[in-house]
Structure formats: C-alpha cells, structure tokens
C-alpha cells in the first residue's frame, strides 16, 4: 500500500537543543535504513520549513503508523497522510 506522508516538525523554542540535534541524527539514519528496505520510496524536503514530502510503500496502515511512531522526531510531529491508488490514466 502507498501513502503520501506530510511531516511537519514542530520544535517547542525551550526545546533542549542538544537533545533535537541527537535525534535529529538517529531520524537520519532511521530514515535511510527503511529507504534501503524499500519502506519509504520517496523523501523530499520542503524548501523554507523542517518539513518533508514522503512516499511510503508498507503492507497496511498499521505498518505505517508503527514505522512513524518509531522514528525519533515523533513527538514533534504534525502528520497528514493520504492513501494512494494507481490512477487510470497513468503509464506504467
């Protein structure tokens, strides 16, 4: 299953800024090992905030919402998915 994920990190301004940076990392390497897994297909940043575009292929929500709620950032998280199916207009 597809989903299109919206990611908006929301840091509160007293935020331990050592800490953010700390799971800022273990995000990176988090993200990157389920892009090698093929779980996230797609991550782009979105210019001129610390938000990204995603593309998730998982076998249910369920996965989905395991594989968000373990990431690092979680808690500062603002989500929006979006289910995605093949349109029938598209090629390939």
């Known amino acids: 299953m597809l989903f299109h994920v919206y990611i908006q990190i ?3 301004h007293d935020a ?3 800490k953010i940076r700390n799971l800022s990392a273990q995000e990176v390497k988090q993200a ?11 991550l782009w940043r979105v210019a001129g905030k610390w938000a990204n575009v995603s593309v ?3 076998d249910s929500i ?3 919402h ?9 808690p500062f ?3 929006d ?3 995605l199916c093949k349109h029938p207009a598209a090629i390939g």
Do not use: C, R, Y
């Open 32 to 42: 990157q090992e389920l892009q090698h897994q093929g779980k996230w297909l797609h």
């Open 77 to 79: 998280m603002a989500l």
């Open 62 to 64: 369920d996965e989905l």
């Open 10 to 12: 929301n840091i509160p």
């Open 16 to 18: 331990d800024q050592e």
């Open 66 to 74: 395991a594989i968000l709620s373990d990431l690092p950032l979680f």
């Open 56 to 58: 998730f292929d998982v």
């Open 81 to 83: 998915i979006t289910p």
